[in-house]
């Protein structure tokens, strides 16, 4: 594995970048920081959720806050020894965030069945951006144009359909360690 120590967990909505990242930063002794978490906090102390600064002040202002916020993510790499980080799941349309990222990350795509993940979606209630007469095949069209992004832009794609979160959490550490991450610079 080349010197890259910084790990960001990209995805669709509700695969599970925030709560994999969370397990995997603390099984790992590495921080943690979530994107939508520095977004709420930068809007207004978490006081208003992304979901609702992205369907009231629209697509172009929050995609400037994502990029302020990652910004925000960049500099933390310069105090901190390993961190993991979990992106929106739109960030990887937002040219500009993802050009201030840069490359001293591993990209890794968290990857599930559309049908999987409309259903955990469902269950939060549908976003703005899936409002309308068939939900099912908003989200596929997304789903299907952001798939090409992720594989695009991965170094690693960790296939975690079907699994729960602890199998998910251990494939994704065996597939950090298939590719070499070294895990032995930790604590």
Not at 50 to 68: C, D, H, M, P
Not at 109 to 129: K, M, S, T, V
Request: charge should be positive; include cysteine; hydrophobic fraction near 35%.
């Amino acid at each position: 594995m080349t010197g890259v120590d910084n790990i960001v967990l990209m995805g669709m909505k509700h695969c599970g970048k925030s709560t994999l990242g969370r397990m995997l930063a603390r099984e790992k002794g590495m921080r943690y920081f979530d994107l939508d978490t520095i977004i709420e906090e930068t809007y207004g102390n978490r006081s208003v959720p992304v979901r609702e600064i992205y369907a009231t002040r629209g697509k172009s202002y929050f995609q400037n806050l994502e990029t302020e916020a990652v910004v925000y993510l960049v500099k933390q790499t310069k105090y901190q020894e390993r961190i993991v980080a979990a992106l929106g799941g739109g960030t990887i349309e937002n040219s500009e965030a993802m050009e201030k990222l840069g490359h001293d990350w591993l990209l890794i795509y968290l990857q599930a069945p559309p049908r999987e993940l409309f259903e955990r979606i469902e269950r939060g209630g549908l976003p703005p951006f899936l409002q309308g007469t068939d939900p099912y095949s908003l989200f596929t069209a997304l789903y299907e144009r952001r798939t090409s992004i992720y594989e695009k832009k991965a170094d690693l794609t960790v296939n975690i359909g079907g699994r729960d979160l602890k199998e998910s959490l251990n494939l994704l550490i065996t597939s950090l360690k298939g590719i070499g991450y070294v895990w032995q610079q930790f604590r």
